[in-house]
């Protein structure tokens, strides 16, 4: 059994008080006039903090994009490993709640994601960063296999990485749009049912080959 971990003391909570502080002074500016525009100045002065300090826990403005990625990695790898614990619940249930935490993570927060995720795109973090939400979708696809809901023959890691492509390009064109003409958790979904169910409306037809010597003609 792992020990519980020692509480922290008065001068480790006040450090974390002072780098919630900026961090959440600086996605408030983001969201006001982008992350271009806004500065490592107008952070420590939003924050009440010198502007060394800002340096003493980032050291440069990008590295908030980071903690931003991280912070909602932990926020979904927290939500599903909840979800998780629920076994008698198949794959589709699971993956409709993955679907619902990345769209309320966005729409309870649009300002702030329109402007991170520009700043996100533009630094390169989608290619240098490890694609977690294809991996949390993996980890539901694997379960499903497990389970027999799933093909045998099916890569969860091919499909989880397939869900995350769709979710990032359409979470690109929600976060740009200005007036959104379907809410973000209702196009997850159709998304999600695309991936599962296919688009085809009939059945393919099947083509047989015919067996040596067999003439098709008789």
Same mark, same amino acid.
């Given at each position: 059994m792992?020990?519980?971990?020692?509480?922290l003391?008065r001068?480790e909570? @006040?450090k974390?008080?002072?780098?919630d502080r900026?961090?959440?002074s %600086?996605?408030?500016?983001?969201a006001e006039?982008?992350?271009d525009?806004t500065t490592?100045d107008?952070?420590?002065?939003?924050?009440?903090v #010198?502007?060394?300090?800002?340096f003493?826990?980032f050291?440069? *403005?990008e590295d908030l994009?980071t903690a931003?990625?991280q912070?909602?990695?932990?926020?979904l790898? #927290? $939500?599903?490993e =909840?979800s998780?614990?629920t076994?008698?619940?198949?794959?589709?249930?699971h993956?409709?709640? $993955?679907m619902l935490?990345?769209a309320?993570?966005?729409e309870?927060?649009?300002?702030?994601?329109s402007?991170?995720l520009?700043?996100?795109?533009k630094?390169?973090r989608?290619?240098?960063? =490890?694609p977690y939400a294809?991996?949390v979708?993996?980890t539901?696809?694997?379960?499903?296999? =497990?389970?027999?809901e799933i %093909?045998?023959?099916i890569?969860?890691l091919?499909v989880?990485n397939i869900?995350?492509? @769709?979710y990032?390009?359409l979470?690109?064109?929600? @976060?740009? @749009?200005p007036?959104?003409?379907?809410?973000?958790?209702? =196009?997850?979904?159709?998304?999600?049912r695309?991936?599962?169910?296919?688009?085809l409306?009939?059945?393919r037809?099947?083509t047989?080959?015919p067996?040596?010597?067999m003439?098709? *003609? %008789?």
């Open positions: 792992s020990a519980e971990p020692a509480p003391g001068r909570r @006040s974390l008080r002072i780098k900026i961090y959440t %600086a996605l408030t500016l983001f006039q982008g992350y525009r490592v107008q952070i420590a002065e939003r924050a009440d #010198a502007r060394g300090t800002f003493n826990y050291q440069r *403005k994009v931003w990625a912070a909602r990695q932990r926020r790898e #927290a $939500c599903m =909840e998780m614990v076994r008698e619940d198949g794959v589709t249930v993956l409709e709640r $993955c935490a990345l309320e993570f966005n309870t927060e649009r300002e702030v994601t402007a991170m520009q700043a996100w795109v630094a390169g989608p290619l240098i960063e =490890e294809g991996r979708f993996a539901i696809i694997e379960a499903g296999r =497990e389970r027999g %093909a045998v023959d890569d969860p091919r989880g869900l995350r492509d @769709s990032l390009g979470l690109y064109r929600w @976060s740009q @749009s007036e959104p003409r379907v809410p973000l958790h209702i =196009e997850l979904r159709e998304v999600l695309i991936v599962l169910n296919g688009i409306s009939y059945a037809p099947v047989y080959a067996a040596p010597g003439d098709l *003609k %008789a």
